[in-house]
Each structure stands twice: as C-alpha cells, then as structure tokens.
Nanobody, 125 residues
Framework: QVQLVESGGGLVQAGGSLRLSCAVS????????MGWFRQAPGKEREFVAA????????PFTDSMKGRFTISRDDAKNTMYLQMNNLKPEDTAVYYC??????????????????WGQGTQVTVAS
C-alpha cells in the first residue's frame, strides 16, 4: 500500500519560509512522478508543481516563480517544496501526489494515483 505523508506546514509571517516534505512509503519514490497541489479556503485545488522521475520539473506559475522550488531525494523517499518570501495568498492546504505515469503533463489531478492528507500553510500579513 502506497502512502504519502506531508509535513512542514505551519503558521509563518509574510516574507518567511517553509519547507514542505512528502514522505513516500510502500514503494520507492523513484517509481513515481510527483506533484504538489494546494487548496485555499473556498477555492478549487490548484496545481503548484511537478517533478518527474529524472528530476526535471515543471515551471512554476508567475505567482510562485522565483519563490518556490520543488525537489526530490530518492534515497530518502522524500519530495520537497521549498517556499520562500511567502505571501498571505499562499495560505492553503498543500497536498502531495504520486503518479505511476512515465509521461506528462502532470498538472492535472487525474494524472495522479496516490494523495497525501495535506498540510496546512498559513501566512499571516
């Protein structure tokens, strides 16, 4: 049984940083393309970024570009989302997801086979 567990969320002041982790168990991370999504209150879940098995990642949207970085450490079975210069509009529940697919695109929820339970990120102004 594949399980994904996010951690690293919390309350941070605007301009601060957080690093989210997504630990994979049940299968080795190298089997999967991985993604991050987020859902703000009252809004639909939004794609944040994805990283393929080879480490190639999708570009971030303009609102996140230059502030967020996605990475993976297959030896630790863990994927990361480094978030710097956080803004109140980044407040959301952040979810990680795993896909068996070898090819993208990976910016849609339907591409993913497994999901974590989410971790709350709250950015205070």
């Amino acid at each position: 049984q594949v399980q994904l567990v996010e951690s690293g969320g919390g309350l941070v002041q605007a301009g601060g940083s957080l690093r989210l982790s997504c630990a994979v168990s049940g299968r080795t991370l190298s089997n999967f393309a991985m993604g991050w999504f987020r859902q703000a209150p009252g809004k639909e879940r939004e794609f944040v970024a994805a990283i393929g098995r080879t480490g190639l990642s999708t570009p971030f949207t303009d609102s996140m570009k230059g502030r967020f970085t996605i990475s993976r450490d297959d030896a630790k079975n863990t994927m990361y989302l480094q978030m710097n210069n956080l803004k109140p509009e980044d407040t959301a529940v952040y979810y990680c997801a795993a896909s068996w697919a070898a090819w993208g695109p990976f910016n849609t929820e339907s591409k993913y086979d497994y999901w974590g339970q989410g971790t709350q990120v709250t950015v205070a102004s």
